[in-house]
């Protein structure tokens, strides 16, 4: 796994500042896992973890989700899939920490994740907003 004391780059920004500052949170709480992995915490110091990770991406992604309806985003639809694909991921996680067995693997798939999602999903809408889209009447 490449630096996973990561952190936030003005390359990751997509132009919008509350959706910045909502990936730098979830940025911050990714390395949290990984450091109480790292420190060899007890089981439900690992899931506690998870647990608030999963909390706050729950936000986040409701966020991006209102944010793309209210600007007519014509790929929400797609960008809605990723979110569930996520939180798949996140419970399986769940689990594996109750077992005690959470994988560097996973931790890898949780900053892979981020970065894609930002670089490319979370760019493309956020594009969208500030090209000029209006907000769609309803």
Known sequence: ????KMEWKAEY???LREIDDQHKELLSLFCRVT???DDS???TDVHYRIVELRTFATYHFEFEEALMRMFGYPEQD???DSHK???????EFEKHSILGDVKQD????LFDWLFSHI?????????????GATVVQS
Do not use: C, T
Not at 85 to 91: E, G, L, N, V, W
């Open 85 to 91: 694909q996520f939180f798949i991921k996140m419970a």
């Open 1 to 4: 796994m490449e630096d996973r």
């Open 13 to 15: 920004s997509v132009g």
């Open 119 to 131: 670089m490319k999903s979370d760019k493309a809408y956020a594009q969208h907003i500030l090209s």
């Open 78 to 80: 797609r960008h809605g």
């Open 106 to 109: 996973m931790l890898q798939f």
């Open 35 to 37: 450091d109480v992995l």
């Open 41 to 43: 915490k007890s089981w």
